[in-house]
């Protein structure tokens, strides 16, 4: 318990994109393929190839696209990246080292945490750091369900169990005690900042200690009843599970509205609200995929059902410090990373109703669908891919809900982001164009190697495999010289889009010439599309850009 201090009660897809899409680039757990190549010849394309004429020029150059970036009046690339690696740049997913005024050689801890900002108790973990600024260097490490553990790691945990921390020289996994020893180590002035309520100082108040002994068992009574409702079929005998958990969550979001102030202890964040945050979004992302269960909403009314909840949560996005904002992750990476650590999720709930319905395809975008979210279906026979090729049970039912192609939430237009699935407050929207102009730069200053990658999707498949959805870092890309071209082209008019907010015409003259490569190239930007994760590659509005100009892409290529 806290009292005892022995312990809390209960794209990844390396692109090289430096600020966006990972650094790691062989080390990737890929959140998965789309409706993509030879399947989107079904899909009632929006978008349709013109006819070259002899005006119509190649996309811009990559060299061209670098100074329209500059003509924005941007931030040198490499300057930022430089800035964001040291830690300067506030809380990153990309920093290496966080020292907060401190010298490099005084740095006592080393955080050895997920590579694509998967794990929960990573995210606690880090978010502790963060909110005490205790300094520390992180080293990223894979997951098992997305690619392999390097030795250096393993011989110093060989059960290669994640997070860990290096503290002092002292080897420690396991997030509770983690976080129960950083409190009780770093109890100087300089480790309790304004806004958090420090463990030593909770401790002077017995009644305040009590109640988070009381909140941390609750949360344990919420991840317990989140795995009945949301990790087995249907809702239960009678509807159990749905009642067990929405009797839970009811009871968090009034211990919440007993709270002096937005979090479960009052005006401050403290350690109670960081063990609750790794579950409470991940139940908001799955409990609206698998279940049509709302929680989150932008601008929840007083009288809301999780009024209190959705006030904490937008404390949470407020904090002028931004390190929840740097954690967070969007309902599709949770959708994708969930079942290969808790295993596959179940529609149930109101997912059959039209409403239910456009909230499955506003979240996945058609990536990887399970048939099973189609009323009526069963559950685990092939991905909406497999049913389009005609390798799964329920064609009729995929082929019908892929009729209308990409769901407006993941192509071009974008509706504002004010209908999208995941709430975003409008002071942390930093605007259409930045959305655009963030993503855009991420892909100029690295495009060999997104252009590399994204040809994996018309590759060979690597050995061996992972856990994770079409998680595949030794893939082969595809070595077509022409459709390498191809790709090229189509990633330079996927750049010029996003920075200018003008689709081409004619995104690629390699595939206006040459028609056979279309599904191919289609099938490399599914690929790309579908490996975009938040936060490890860009923030939510960005990735948001990035995906539905590289729908736009995938649209026009499958069109020939």
């Keep these: 318990g806290l009292g005892s201090g022995l312990g809390v009660a209960g794209l990844g897809v390396d692109l090289g994109l430096g600020l966006?899409?990972?650094?790691?680039?062989?080390?990737?757990?890929?959140?998965?393929?789309?409706?993509?190549?030879?399947g989107v010849r079904g899909l009632r394309l929006p978008v349709r190839m013109a006819t070259v004429g002899a005006g119509v020029a190649a996309p811009p150059s990559w060299e061209a696209l670098s100074g329209l970036l500059r003509a924005t009046g941007r931030?040198?690339?490499?300057?930022?990246?430089?800035?964001?690696?040291?830690?300067?740049?506030?809380?990153?997913?990309?920093?290496?080292?966080?020292?907060?005024?401190?010298?490099?050689?005084?740095v006592r801890v080393t955080l050895y945490r997920d590579t694509a900002a998967w794990c929960p108790y990573c995210q606690k973990t880090w978010m502790l750091l963060e909110e005490k600024r205790i300094p520390f260097r992180v080293e990223k490490i894979n997951m098992r369900s997305y690619g392999p553990k390097p030795r250096s790691f393993l011989d110093k945990v060989p059960n290669g169990l994640l997070p860990a921390i290096e503290l002092d020289g002292q080897l420690m996994t396991d997030s509770q005690r983690i976080m129960m020893t950083l409190e009780n180590t770093f109890t100087e002035p300089?480790?309790?900042?304004?806004?958090?309520?420090?463990?030593?100082?909770?401790?002077?108040?017995?009644?305040k200690l009590a109640r988070a002994e009381r909140l941390l068992g609750l949360e344990r009574e919420l991840f317990s009843w989140w795995c009945q409702w949301c990790f087995r079929p249907g809702d239960g005998p009678g509807g159990a599970h749905r009642k067990g958990f929405e009797d839970v969550l009811g009871r968090v979001d009034a211990a919440l509205g007993e709270a002096d102030g937005p979090f479960f202890l009052g005006e401050k964040?403290?350690?109670?609200?960081?063990?609750?945050?790794?579950?409470?979004?991940?139940?908001?992302?799955?409990?609206?995929?698998?279940?049509?269960f709302v929680i989150r909403r932008l601008d929840a009314p007083a009288g809301d059902r999780y009024a209190n909840i959705n006030r904490w949560f937008d404390a949470l996005e407020r904090r002028p410090n931004g390190v929840y904002l740097a954690t967070q992750s969007d309902h599709f990476t949770h959708v994708k990373d969930i079942p290969p650590q808790y295993g596959d999720g179940y529609f149930g709930g109101d997912y059959a109703s039209?409403?239910?319905?456009?909230?499955?395809?506003?979240?996945?975008?058609?990536?990887?669908?399970?048939?099973?979210?189609?009323?009526?279906?069963?559950?685990?026979?092939?991905?909406?891919?497999?049913?389009l090729l005609g390798g799964g049970k329920q064609e009729e039912n995929v082929a019908a809900a892929a009729a209308d192609g990409v769901p407006d939430d993941w192509s071009l237009p974008l509706p504002p982001l004010t209908r999208a699935p995941l709430v975003v407050l409008p002071e942390n929207d930093p605007g259409d164009e930045e959305n655009r102009l963030q993503a855009a730069e991420r892909l100029v200053a690295n495009h060999e190697a997104v252009t590399r990658f994204a040809l994996r999707g018309a590759g060979q498949p690597g050995r061996p495999q992972y856990q994770a959805p079409l998680a595949d870092p030794n893939a082969e890309p595809a070595e077509d010289p022409a459709l390498a071209a191809a790709v090229d082209e189509l990633l330079r008019s996927v750049a010029a889009q996003l920075?200018?907010?003008?689709?081409?015409?004619?995104?690629?003259?390699?595939?206006?010439?040459q028609g056979e490569l279309g599904l191919p190239a289609a099938e490399c930007m599914d690929y790309l599309r579908a490996r975009v994760g938040v936060p490890r590659d860009m923030r939510y509005p960005a990735a948001r850009a990035f995906r539905a100009s590289l729908a736009w892409a995938m649209e026009a290529a499958a069109s020939l």
């Design 499 to 513: 920075i200018t907010g003008e689709a081409a015409a004619v995104p690629s003259l390699v595939l206006a010439s």
């Design 75 to 106: 931030e040198d690339y490499e300057a930022v990246k430089a800035r964001v690696a040291s830690g300067e740049a506030g809380p990153h997913t990309d920093a290496k080292v966080r020292l907060f005024g401190a010298k490099p050689e005084d």
């Design 354 to 387: 039209a409403r239910g319905q456009a909230i499955i395809a506003a979240v996945d975008g058609g990536v990887d669908r399970d048939p099973g979210a189609a009323p009526g279906a069963s559950q685990g026979v092939g991905g909406i891919l497999d049913a």
């Design 190 to 207: 300089q480790y309790e900042p304004e806004g958090y309520l420090t463990l030593p100082l909770l401790r002077e108040d017995p009644d």
């Design 269 to 292: 964040l403290s350690i109670v609200d960081l063990v609750y945050v790794p579950h409470l979004e991940r139940i908001v992302s799955s409990m609206l995929y698998w279940k049509a």
């Design 20 to 38: 966006g899409l990972g650094l790691g680039l062989d080390a990737s757990p890929n959140p998965t393929l789309t409706l993509c190549a030879a």
